[in-house]
C-alpha cells in the first residue's frame, strides 16, 4: 500500500486532503508541525510528502533540508499564491512539485499520482546492482545474466528494498508494503522470505551483498559503486 505524508497545520485542509487521498486508494498519514513532519517520516516511510510551507516549529524549507539529508522520498510543497520565491527556494532544495494555495484537492491527488508515478522505483524502469538485473516492469530478474524466479512475495521484497538503497525498512514495513496492512504477529515470516529470496540473489547468501540485516531494526538493500 502506498503510504503518504501530510504536513499540514490546517486541520480543515489536513482533513480534506487525508478524505481525498484515501479515496484514491492511499494510506495518510497526517502530522501538525515539522518536527512531527520529521519523525513521522523516520517511523512510516512515506512514498511521497506533501507538505506545506508555512508550519509551526521547522517551517517547510527547514523540513524538506532536513528530509534530503536522508531520503529522496518524492516532496509536493503547498505553497502561497505569491510566493514565487517561496517555490524557487523549494524546489532548489530538493522538492519535487508545488501546489498553490487555495488548491483543489483534486489537483493535489492528480499531482500526487504524477509525481509517483515519475519516481516509481526511483525513476528508473530497470536497475542493475553489482551482478543483479532488475527490471521492474517485467518483474524479470537475473544474475550474471542467469534468470532467476522469484515467488510474488520475494519479488514484492526486492520491489521495495532494491527500489530505496540504504533505505532501512523494519518488518512492520515491509508486511504493509507487500501485504497493504500489518500483519500483527507474523513480522517473522518476513526473515523466512528474506532467507529464500538471499538463496536466490545472492552470491554467497550467508554472506549478503544486497539484502542485509540491520540488526535490531530490519533490513535494507545495499547501495552499490555502479547505482545509478
Ligand atoms: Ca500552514
Known amino acids: 500500500m502506498i503510504t503518504i505524508l501530510v504536513v499540514e497545520d490546517e486541520p480543515e485542509i489536513a482533513r480534506l486532503l487525508r478524505s481525498y487521498l484515501e479515496r484514491e486508494g492511499y494510506a495518510v ?4 508541525d515539522g518536527e512531527a513532519a520529521l519523525r513521522a517520516l523516520e517511523e512510516t516511510s512515506p512514498d511521497l510528502v506533501v507538505l ?3 508550519l509551526p516549529r521547522l517551517d517547510g524549507w527547514q523540513v524538506i533540508r532536513a528530509i534530503r539529508e536522508t531520503s529522496r522520498v518524492p516532496v ?3 505553497t502561497a499564491r505569491d510566493g514565487l520565491e517561496d517555490k524557487v527556494a523549494g524546489l532548489e532544495l530538493g522538492a ?3 501546489v498553490t494555495k487555495p488548491f483543489s484537492p483534486r489537483e493535489v ?3 500526487v499520482r504524477a509525481v509517483l508515478r515519475r519516481n516509481r522505483w526511483g525513476g528508473r524502469e530497470e536497475a542493475r546492482f553489482g551482478d543483479l538485473s532488475i527490471n521492474y516492469l517485467s518483474r524479470e530478474v537475473w544474475r ?3 534468470p532467476i524466479t522469484l515467488t510474488p512475495t520475494e519479488w514484492k521484497l526486492l520491489e521495495v528494498l532494491s527500489a530505496h538503497p540504504g533505505q532501512v525498512f523494519t518488518r512492520a514495513q515491509l508486511i504493509e508494503r507487500i501485504y497493504g496492512h500489518s500483519y500483527e504477529g507474523l513480522e517473522r515470516t518476513i526473515d523466512a522470505h528474506v532467507k529464500n529470496l538471499r538463496q536466490k540473489i545472492e552470491p554467497d547468501p550467508k554472506e549478503p551483498r544486497y539484502v542485509l540485516t540491520v540488526h535490531g531494526v530490519g533490513y535494507k538493500f545495499a547501495r552499490q559503486p555502479d547505482d545509478g
Open 29 to 32: 498519514v497526517l502530522a501538525r
Open 109 to 111: 491527488v492528480a499531482r
Open 76 to 78: 509536493i510543497m503547498l
Open 96 to 98: 519535487d512539485d508545488y
Open 144 to 146: 550474471e545474466d542467469e
Open 52 to 54: 506545506d510551507l508555512m
